[in-house]
């Protein structure tokens, strides 16, 4: 089974029209695809509009049958964790933390190093340690408030950390932090996905998360599937080999399918 529950059209952030998605994911030997706009978020040009979300589904479902017995379509939503809850039925949501809140001022997680910093030096004291404290506390949190069954990117917050330029991910209060988001995660069921988006858009060398963060993801028993945060056709299967080897590599040997009657444990490499 090859697969990608990680995708974004022209209705939120992404190039392409879901159509156009669909036909580049039969042309690179994908046999199901799924569609995960982002939730819409007042303000945030990067999320759905609120009034796009029936179009989105309603053309979704369209492909879902004009492609079948080709390409099995699912209907996705990447559920960020500050958006109202959806009322509608998915066939998946991906959980994501995006944007922390203080004092009613929200503040991005992922937008440039520079906001970064300028997070840490507004609400944190200037410890970045803490912003990142801050970040895994919302991200224990998000299988339980959004109800997601994928929680994405789940260190998201060191999308501009290679190196450890802004902050060491070797620290004991960053990998408390980790560690005690990823119980909360465990106990909820959810699946992390391994995302390749980062390095398809040249932020990052290697996908989220990290292996330490893999690794004891694995030993707290939280399964794993392998998706690409794709935002155009040409990234639909960026780098899944290297995300594979990574899984691989902290001790996993399956990954998580969705299937019409749920998810389902398949190969790590298709
Ligand atoms: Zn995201
Ligand atoms: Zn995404």
Known sequence: MRQNLHTHTTFCDGKNTAEEMVLAALEQGLDSLGFSGHS???GECWAMEEAAVGRYRREVLALREKYAGKMEVFLGLEQDILSPLPE????YLI???????????RFSVDESAETFRRGVERWFGGDPLAFAEAYYRQVGAVAEKTGCQIVGHVDLVCKFNEGNCLFDTGHPRYRAAVTEALERLAGSGAILEINTGAMSRGYRTAPYPEAWT???ANELGLPICITS???STGH???AFDQAAHLAQSCGYQESMYLTRAGFVPGPLVP
């Open 229 to 231: 945060d794709a935002h």
């Open 214 to 216: 893999l690794k004891r």
């Open 40 to 42: 819409p978020l007042e």
């Open 88 to 91: 509608e039925p998915w066939d």
């Open 236 to 238: 639909l299967t960026y």
């Open 95 to 105: 959980g994501s933390v995006h944007m922390l809140e203080r004092e009613g001022e």
